[in-house]
Each structure stands twice: as structure tokens, then as C-alpha cells.
């Protein structure tokens, strides 16, 4: 949809409408009306996006009608529900509920292991835990790297959760996919797309949290890099979005939970722990999530949160995560769904 | 707390020191460190930030330690929640959960009469409705005005139930405060202090919906207007917040509910109409809100919200609202609260 | 522009063709596309808001396409520029640079005094100075009122400067539209129509601050609302919107100088003090206005801004004014202005 | 500083005194004030961040109080400006302006070549033009590859002008090391740390784009990381935020320009094209760079803006470029600077 000022002339709206009609397959129409004229151009966004009209004298804006995703779209792809079987854990069927916790960071074995056990007997549906950690700092701790890959797969072993970690770095696809039962790209990477399009071909789930000033709209632009590798299992995550209120580190965007439900056939998570920053916030907005239609939770939890290399404030103490668990179930049961 | 930069001089330190010294009542320290200077001044926020501290010679920031508001803080003011009592109904006890709802705005007697007596049936706890409007564009519609109360006022006798309604103007103060039950101050006025105060002298309880672009502390602070005119009746409402994101028409902030349940004594409702711009988002919404741990909720119903005259498609349909209000109700009661 | 779902019937295109039928004067055009339809409604967009279109089944949005203001549109009102003439000062007319100066607040007469030599000495257009001050917190000193009215009424007569202060309180209107040579409306009351409308109808000109989280679009609408009461002397002011960045205290959107100066006919001018809240960038920001095409700045000046009792540290000091107002001048000059 | 709550015990601040006192090289202090105690703890931030500490019982807030980056600070590390000396260009001395301009994207031989010589024969300092392209949506055109490198050689040879172009995967590492006078990072990868360190380590300068929601302390954190791998040859560049604002596509931060002047030692640019969307923002947005004290600015320039594939309406059109030049390079001048 192109809009003229009102000042164009009509030498101006037929050079508009020239340059439409050069475009094979659009269909062009001219709605003259009080103020202003409008022309129409159907069939081909890309196509007119590459026309170059918005630089043409006497034109005020181009509003585009189409949306800019395709693969994730309930409505121009698939209509049903992309329901994903990870190591026996239904994920986005409408009666079932993810619950992923562990630490943020893999710090120790004894720490990892301890916190899967205490996760696992509580009913969690999968381990999550960074061997790699992204760092706003070049001098922060940066995860142990191979070694906590290793402590993962052991931690699997142990209590048969499937495990959620983080793809950094196209340089780690190879042993990150070896390990990983879902492979994370985290939120300052949601516009990586070299980074989206190995994680597409290493034949895994792919989890992608929202970056933090990323619309909705550009999270379902970035399930489409990973769709388009022929990889059809995408998790959307909500981790809070920047905005000027700090109170909170970022402002998690419930809305997003039942926008995504609408428009999306992807299954749709939320990651309270980042967002809120502060532990007490954590079990408040774990619930609304489940409130809101959310196929489910990654969290982070820690045996002794006080002492955690990372992001320490925000986990969940070990010893309170069944209590934890159990409230979320009870909300996600509401709506239909039971944990994992 | 005073922050020095790494080059500042022994002499700004002492100018600083000096100047904090020059007030009564301000106990001062100075912690020298590796690379920069710190000041500590503890005993009267107010009193430096009249010092003008900020614009000496060397100093880097001052950093403010002590919370802006006062009589709204659970830590500064009196520990215990503020439970108000409203023609019967409990707000903020805790095991009380208040939904206010009704028509955007007030358009007629039969819509009205119908809209609260299908919210009164469904177990509503209080009759919203606009009778003065603030509109962004002049040339929209701004409400019927005072015949709007008379209207509210035959549907409170028909159904009992308590009226919220918006003041928008001092001149108003007196007509309003005749009708309503409760007091609401919209978004925009958050900050028209003026409005404030007369609201506060009014001796009726005041809804304070959060600015758009207002922090929880400017919030806080909003109701410390309000409070230090001697009214301890204020309930606090989120009602979303301005982002970047557009896919909704503002970001609801369920983060806020948790945040001001800590910091503050009164009680905390969610207004999820005005942020989702979209029916089908209200629902999951207020869902979410009661699961975060809200007092209340207040939300527009419409008895055939096609039609109506000013935001329309976020209106719930009055059929759906029976409904709306059992799956509300069963998340409030899983956090200990029932229908006031 | 109404676009449908993927998934509309024709039934529900048909449905809402014949809404918009229902309107006179509204020219409906259905434009079916490859994979949605889209519907074209021409000629009188308060009508169609009003229709309620965006609640109806089969509707996936409602896309405006006209602008939302009128009267302050230089394509929908007048196109020449709106040239204002304040006590012999041209403020609009393209060639001419108006600097207003003066204390955020005024606090005693000696400061005003003052101020009022140095910046008239130096070649500012006029005196700016707060007798009633906005405040977040109900305990922050709020201006001296009605002596502060007096003071400046001496500095004009002693300088020739006229004087530009701001109405806050509708009770205000009569005392401070004695005084004032320009009606300030604050940011926080941007919104406040009731103000807006009071300030339009007292004869004087406005100069209207962008609230903090406004768009400019609302800007122009709430400049609207002073238009339609018959009053065409209008100046708005860009002082910073409320953004995720914190290291200044808002984030100055220079881009709307000339995107208002595209879209209005209005003056533009500009703000820098509030935004920076840092004396040492007040000076680069006012020079990027000048150049940006700004008609004029509002700054503050204090003779000790050290010992001022209100946002000292972003005033300039007195001394440092005649070199700031020069290097101003340089760059407007580029710009084929002179001061005013 | 450490911020206890007011109801926190003796006992938790002894608690928080002792854990801090573990950590060698830390200086503690207790400061007991009125309402609540505060704790300083000097010597060794990282160290004071992995205790934890936030989470422990009765402490409300940690404030930093050390800025997180170092070496990119002026304060912090070396007080000299950094002055860079690209193919016998100037850039960062305080006397010299950098315009750095070209093609969004090289689109073929022709185009490139073309404007290479506009821009050359109007005084730019460098070329611009990018042979991988990042795109939001899968489906968008991404450059040419390798053979826009080789274009880019071409009409450096031509032209003398040093070549600007973006790194936008590591695997492109080395082909674009061999091309490239300035490594360019991108918005969305200025958080992507695997690709800043190798493109610190190719041994040319790198020029670092603020991403948009990056706050300026995250930018000189960013820098820090190719500062770390030995690279001093560091530029940045303001283009534009990511706010509530859509008339302008993204907020050009113009305060960060000051701001960045004053707290780093490294070159500051802006890039106003992005940010403006629309080629007629872009000559005042530029000028207002220069007004503000930027050391340059990079710009898009295409011979036929209006066809161009990417990004089309925001390209200065080649024929304007010379008045637009000589208009910037006069508010320069005012700073004291000029065309490198």
C-alpha cells in the first residue's frame, strides 16, 4: 500500500504506478480519495520492497499489509500446532507443560549434579545449563567450556532429562550439537544468522529467545532462518525486552505468550529468571506465564544461589524448586496442561 | 553517595566534603578507593539533592541510595498491606480479589444498564465507566459527561454495585466525587499533580492508573500525592507500559505486580484492556495477572463491543464474560484469594 | 485500510464492506490479494474508527493511512510556515533563531535579576523562568508561585526580554496569563487537555513541550488542541523522550526537527537541558539543534548553578553564556538564521 | 556499595561484612544511616560481582559504582585521545572529520564504481559498501559475496579511497581482512563476542556500530573486547536506537556523541542513514553530527537511490552529495575541523 502526500500530483502517481506494473506478477490499484491517493500493490512484498518506491517524489509512506514471516505463521504455513517429541517429552501439544530448570551456568560437577537430581525429583521435563556463557564484559566468567559439556552429559545420564544448552559461537556447532538434546541461541544472538542457520542443520531441536529489543514479528523473521533449513523444530522463548523501566533488569512481555499462541504454530516458552533479576519475582511471573497459555518454563535454579559465579540473585534456591514446581503445575492445569 | 572521577583532586574532595558538611543533619564519609573516590552523606536525601552536589568540580555522579517515595513504601511507611473497604467489598486483604468492569466509556443508558447487569451476575466486585474521556485527537469523541453519571448512578441502585469513574479535570472534582465510589486518575494524569491533590481531598478512594511512560517509582511516588493529603485509600494500577514493541498497543507490565507487592503497603490491580488493543489477548491477560499475585483487575466489557463508539475491538463480549470471570476467579483462589 | 486474515470468508468480507457502506461519504474498495484480502475505506477516518471494524471476525487489523492531526499539518492546513511576532521577536520565519534563556526556577529576585543582564547582554530573545514548578515527589520545592510572577514582570521591564513561563494548574490560568509573553505547557502535561485548551484560549502564544513518552504525531494533535480555539500561535519544543539508555537522563530525538518541520508549520524548537542532565553536553546538543534546523532552544542559565535549588546540574553557568549563545549563532547562521 | 534493607538485623549486615571481608584486596566499610545501613566495598569489582551478594538475606540493592569498561575508558586507561591513520586519513585528532560514504550494498561493478568517484571527487575521506548483507527476513536479498570484495578493490585502486566494509560471520574472517581498511561490525552483532575478538585480531581498524538497544557503557564494553586482543585501532559509531518512536525508524542518539567524547579515548562517529529512513532526514541529522562534535560520519550515497535493492529511500542521491558535503564539512569547521 503506497500513500502519496497530498500535494502529489498526478504525473507523480502515474510514475508510481509505472514502476509497480515493471514488477511481474503485482497487481496494481489507484484509490483516489479526498486528501490523498492510494495505490494498492498485491501479490509480491519483496517485489515492491525492492522497488526502491519510498524514495519517489509524492510518496508520503509504503504501509506494508503482508506479514514478514512465512514458515512460522499459522496462517500462511501450517495451521496445526508444530507438537515436538524431545527424548519422550512432548512439547506445544495444548495438554502438556515444558518445565526446563537448572543452573545458569555449569560451574562444577558437584553443582551440576546436584541441581539436575533436585530438578529431575521434582518433575522437571529437561536439564538446562551453559557451558558457554556470553558476557557483556571481556573480563566476566565465561563458562568452563568442553568440560561442562561433559559434566551435562553426565548429569543426563544420571536422571534421563534431556538437555537445553546455549550455541555460542559457529565454531562449537559440531560438539554443542553432539551434546545437546535442544540447542539454545540466546537473546544477543537472535540476529545471528549465521549462527541461526548451523543451528537449523545440526538435526536438533532449536530453542530462540527473543532478543531484547527484538519485536515479535523479527522473533518469528528468525524461526524462519531456522525453518528454512528444512529443521522444523523451533521453540520460541520470551526473556524480557528492554524498555526504560529498571526496577527489573528487562521487562518481561507476557503479551507476547498469547500473541505468538495466535500467530504462530511454534511452541512458546518463557524465561522469568533474566528478566526479573531478583529471585522473589521469579515464582510470581513463572505462574502468570503458565496463566497465559505458555507451553512452558526454563528457569534457572542453583543448590546455594548466593554463591553462583553468574547471575546469582536471579535462581531459584534448589530446596524451594518443588514448591516452585508444584504452583506452576497447579496454574498450568487450568488451562489444560500437565508437565512433561 | 558521591562518586568522584579518578582524576579528581584532593581539594574537589574536600569542597564536596565541606559542602555536604555545610548541612545539619548529614553524617559524612569519605572512602577513598584504587581508582576513585567515593563520599557517603546519610541522614537527608532531600537536603543534598539541594546542594547541587551534581555540578561541582571532580565529581563523577551521585548516586541516589535512598528510595524517592515515602508514605507509599512498605519499608518507610507503616509494614502491614492497606486493606480498604468499599460499600462491602475488601480490597488488598489478601485473600480478596476485586474485578472491577464495565464499558470503556459511558454511551448510553440501555448499554450501560445491560453491561452492569451482566457483570453483577458473573460475580464482578465493582461497575467501571467513562463518563469524561481524554481523548490524543480533539476532534474524537470525549464522553456524554454529567449525564453519564446520572446514568452510572441508576445502574449502582439497580445492581449494587460500587462506581469506579475516571476525573480528568479539577473543575470536575466536585461532580464526580458525588458519584464515584472510587476516584480513577488515568495514565496521562499520572503526573498532573494538581489532579492529584484534589483527588486526595475528595475522601473517596483513588485509582491511580500508572503513566505510560512512568516508573514503579514514579507510581509510588504519584501516590504520595495523594497520601499526604491525609487519604490512605489508593489502590495502584498497571496498565502497560510505552515500548518499542507494537504488536500490541502498549507492553503490559506484569513484572510491576510482583515488584510493588514488596515495595509497597496498598493494593495492586491490572487494567489489561488498554494494553492489548486486542479481545482475544484479555482473556490470557487478566489470567496471568491473578496468577502474578493482583489484588483485582479492570477490564471493558461491552454488550456488542463491534459497535462501541470508542475502543472497541478490546472490549470483552458481554456473553463471554461469565466465563472470563470463573477462569480469573480459579487462578486467584490458587494464590489464596476469592471474587471480593 | 482494513487487511483480513489468510482465513476470512467472503461472508466476513462482505460483512465488513457493508459496515463501512453503512457510513456516508465513505468510498469502500475491495482489493483481494493472493493470500489476503485488504479493503480499502477513503474519506472520513473518525467515521471508520468509529465503526468498530477492527473487533469483527475475519479482520486482521485496521491500517490508518491519513494522519491523525489536521490543524497543524502543513499538507492538511496551511502550507506556508506559521510565523509568529512575540514583543518584536520573529520566531518561524526561516531566517531568524530565537534563544530562550533563564533559570529552570525562579528563586529569589538577585538570581533572576541576574540572569535575566547576563543573557540578555549576550543577544537571547527571551527570558525563560518557572514560577510553578512540576515535581515528582510531593516534597520537592515547587517554585514560589505568585512572587515569582513579580520578579520576572521586573526582569522584562529592566531587559526588554519577554518571558516565557509555564502554566501548570488551570487555577493558574488568569495570574500567569497576566505575566507571561508565551504560555509553557510542561512535558508532563502534554496530555492534559484541559490545560491545553485554558492556555489556547488566553490570547498569548504556546509553546508546547513533547511529553516524555509522545510520539511526535501526538505532539501535532496536542498542538491541535490549541489550534481549534482559534489560536494559531503555537511553538513546539523537542526535550527528550524516555528511552532503554540511561547515561543521560532522556534521550534528545533530534530527528524530529526536521521530521516536524517536514510534516508542520509550526516553529521547532529545542530543549537541550532536560534531556542531557549534564552542563558539558548542553552546549554540543544546542549547537546539533541549530544545525539541525531547529528555529530556536529553550535553556536554562543560572548565575551559581552549583548552589541552585532545582536541576542544577544541567544549567550553564552565567559566565559561560555569551560564548555558548555565539557558537549558537555560528551554526544557525549556516543555516541562514540570525538570532531573533 | 551494598544497600541493606530497612528492616535488615545486625546479624545480616555482620553476614554481608563477612563474606565481602573473604574476598582478598577488598577495603570494607559500614556506613549505619537513619533508615537503612549501607556497606562500601572498594578494591575489586569482578570480585565483589561473583560473591553473590544480592541474593543474601536483608540486602535490598548492590549499586555499582565502578564503570564496567577499562580500557576503552579515558579515565581509566590512557587519557591521550586515540588517533588513527588509516591509508594516510586522519581519524580522532580533534582537527580532522572522517566521511565515510558509498552504497549501502555493492550491487554491481557499475553502480560501485560510480559512486566511488562522486564521493571521492566530493572530499570523502573513505568508501563504504557492503558485500554480506545481515537481513532481517530470510528471504531478503544478501549481498553479492566475495565478488562485491573484488569490486570494492577496484574502486579503491581507482579512487585512493580506503575501503569500509562489514565482517559479518568469522568465516568470512579472512577474505574480508584482505579487503578491508576498516573491519566493520554491525548493530546486531555488537554483542556477538566470538566475532569481535577475531575481527580484533585481523590487524586492521575496526569500526564498532552501537547495537540498538545497546546503551553507551555496553558499546565501550564491546570495544573492549577488540581492545583486549591488542587492537588500539577502534572507532564507534552512533546509528540510531531502538525507542517507542516510528516516525523516524530508529532514535539517533546524537547525546551519545558528547557523552562518548567525554568518557573515551577512542574516534566517534555517526551513521544517520539508518537511523532516518527517509534521505531527506539525512543531510540535518548529519550536520547536527558534526554540530555535536562527531569525528565523522558514515553515510549511504547510491547514483539512482531509487532503485536501489536495499535500503533505497535512505541513500543521498550521488548528484546531491557535493552541496551536502560542503554543507557538513562548514559545521565542522566550526568545531575545528576538517575533511580528512
Redesign the interface.
Known sequence: ?I?M???ATEAEVEAVKARLESRRNL?V?V??????T?I?A??DP?GV????I???PGVDRV?P??R???LASS??AH?EPTVLEIAGRIVGSGNTFCLIAGPCTVESREQTLAVARVVASAGASMLRGGAFK????????KGLGPPALEILREARAQTGLPIVTEL????HAEIVGETADVIQIGA??M????LLEVAGQLGKPVLIKR???S????LL?AA??VL?EGNEAVILCERG????????RF?????????LK?HTHLPVIVDPSH??G????VA??S???????ADGLIVEVAPD?????CD??Q?LAGEEFAAYAA?VA??AA??GKRLA
Open positions: 500500500m500513500v502526500t497530498p500535494a497487481h490499484l484509490m483516489p480519495g479526498e486528501l490523498t492510494a494498492g498485491i501479490g519483496e520492497a525492492e522497488l526502491g519510498e524514495g519517489m504501509v499489509i503482508s514478514p514471516y512465512k496462517e500462511l495451521h556470553p558476557r557483556t564484559s571481556p573480563f566476566a566468567f555460542l559461537d559457529t565454531h544477543r544472538n540476529q545471528n544468522y549465521a532478543g531484547l529489543s519485536t515479535v514479528e523479527e523473521m524462519d532462518y528454512k525486552i528492554r524498555t526504560f523501566e529498571n526496577a527489573t521487562t518481561l512481555d507476557l503479551s507476547a505468550v498469547p500473541w495466535l528478566a526479573a531478583d529471585r522473589r519475582l510470581p511471573l505462574r502468570a506465564a503458565a496463566a497465559a497459555g544461589p548466593e554463591t553462583a559465579l546469582g540473585p535462581q504452583d497447579a496454574h487450568l488451562t
